[in-house]
């Protein structure tokens, strides 16, 4: 048993000598010439850094964990797409302020009326009807009195 926790040790330690990209050795003279980098407990040469998702190459500096798998580095845009909720009208991830409604979340921008397409503000308060928002003046005009059609658009006189 002693023989087998040894063996695994060593295994270890010539797995973290070994590039996390590349898996090829780390050699000296690379250690030396500033080529590589320790990152999430193993070495890597600086070059092979790619994001686990998108697979592109990270140079701007910011390395993060990824969430498939933690010994992975991710790039900062696809850390954000997986790890922030999604905005329910533009897929895009709500990173600061969000607004939750009817149990969706909205980016403030994207909280709009359906009829005018402005953005409604929290302070002044918003209509729903059949899953649309509507700010209070719109939905008084044209939905309180069912004066919209079956599309959504506002009825004429």
Not at 42 to 54: A, E, G, L, N, S
Not at 74 to 94: E, F, M, R, S
Not at 119 to 142: A, K, V
Request: include cysteine; charge should be positive.
């Amino acid at each position: 048993m002693d023989q087998k926790k040894k063996m695994c040790s060593s295994e270890n330690k010539l797995e973290m000598l070994n590039c996390g990209g590349c898996k090829k050795r780390i050699l000296q003279k690379e250690v030396k010439a500033n080529l590589v980098v320790l990152l999430f407990n193993r070495f890597w040469h600086k070059d092979h850094i790619k994001c686990v998702y998108c697979k592109l190459p990270i140079s701007d500096g910011r390395i993060l964990r990824s969430k498939v798998d933690s010994s992975k580095p991710a790039c900062y845009a696809c850390h954000i797409q997986t790890t922030h909720p999604a905005c329910v009208v533009c897929y895009l991830p709500v990173i600061e302020r969000g607004l939750v409604a009817f149990d969706r979340l909205f980016h403030i921008d994207c909280f709009r009326c359906a009829i005018c397409n402005k953005t409604i503000p929290q302070r002044t308060g918003f209509y729903e009807r059949d899953l649309m928002l509507y700010d209070p003046s719109c939905y008084m005009l044209y939905i309180k009195d069912d004066g919209i059609d079956e599309f959504g658009t506002p009825l004429e006189d």
